[in-house]
């Protein structure tokens, strides 16, 4: 037993290798560009990393994946993965066949959830929910630093429930390429934050322009960011009324902008259904490497 395990992260725009130690430190990482579009070349390209780190590494105990969508439990073939050349294959039996050996594999909001619960920001916590505020929206629970996946592989997935509590301007909301309206994402994600700023301000900025903005007191970004973060709160909140977590990590570009965490807290107890609302919510520990962090410990 060598107690090192290999992570790969497959993104839509690169692939992440990480090998981890019995002590999960990182001992070697490396990226690539995803070959875009060609699957094949995407399964030879997780092969030859995996190869390419055992040959300098020696042999590893186990190899853990985290994807964009998940595996059916009906077909084992992918879906909702926002890399298209995914989309109904059997990348799981495809990757064993090439490397004649067994992976395990998950989607990559779960994988950030393991990572940041078992040593990063939600280390301690019994139970939480892991956040993605980025492109898209996604999320994933760990219990007792193991992910919770449900017979549906989709637990947490909260990006595509409804935004809770609408206002008359959030009906119906946004199309969402689910084929529904008002999703949680069509307003959360990174873009979204961009597009009502633009539509009000006239001025293009990415997210964390905006939150500088607002806090040199442009009132057209503090207004944007009141009302993002009141609907986080509300999507939030939701989680909290079912979950009702330990503490909630949040991840993704939209996570590293500092006033989240001191008015999220203030605006919750509006929504949840208690007196108190004693919910850590923490940015994540780990960054960019939690994906391939958290696909390591899967294995
Ligand atoms: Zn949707």
């Known amino acids: 037993m060598s107690n090192r395990k290999i992570g790969i992260d497959l993104g839509g725009t690169k692939i992440e290798i990480a090998v981890l130690d019995e002590r999960n430190h990182t001992v070697l990482r490396r990226r690539i560009a995803t070959p875009a579009g060609d699957y094949d070349a995407i399964v030879s390209a997780i092969a030859g990393l995996v190869r390419e780190a055992e040959s300098q590494l020696g042999p590893a105990d186990g190899i853990g994946i985290g994807t964009p969508g998940m595996a059916s439990v009906e077909t084992g073939l992918m879906k909702n993965a926002n890399s298209t050349a995914l989309i109904g294959k059997a990348l799981q039996r495809d990757v064993e066949?090439?490397?004649q050996r067994s992976v395990r594999m998950t989607n990559d909001a779960n994988c950030f959830a393991l990572s940041e619960s078992v040593d990063g920001a939600g280390a301690g916590a019994h139970t939480v929910f892991a956040v993605i505020l980025g492109t898209?929206?996604?999320g994933g629970i760990a219990i007792g630093g193991r992910i919770l996946e449900g017979p549906n592989r989709i637990a947490g997935e909260w990006g595509h429930n409804p935004l809770p509590w609408p206002r008359e301007r959030e009906t119906p909301g946004p199309a969402c390429y689910c084929g529904k309206h008002g999703c949680i994402e069509t307003f959360l994600?990174?873009?979204?934050?961009a597009r009502e700023y633009r539509a009000a301000s006239g001025s293009a900025a990415e997210p964390a322009e905006i939150a500088s903005r607002a806090v040199q007191g442009d009132a057209v970004a503090l207004a944007c960011m009141e009302t993002y973060e009141d609907r986080v709160a509300r999507a939030l909140a939701t989680v909290i009324n079912i979950l009702d977590p330990d503490?909630?990590?949040?991840?993704g570009g939209v996570s590293n902008i500092g006033r989240l965490y001191e008015r999220l807290p203030a605006i919750l107890p509006a929504y949840v259904f208690s007196d108190s609302v004693?919910?850590?919510i923490i940015r994540a520990a780990h960054g960019d490497s939690s994906g391939v962090r958290g696909a390591a410990m899967l294995a």
């Open 97 to 99: 066949e090439r490397l």
């Open 136 to 138: 898209g929206v996604g």
């Open 189 to 193: 994600s990174g873009p979204a934050l």
């Open 247 to 251: 503490a909630i990590v949040l991840g």
């Open 278 to 280: 004693r919910t850590r």
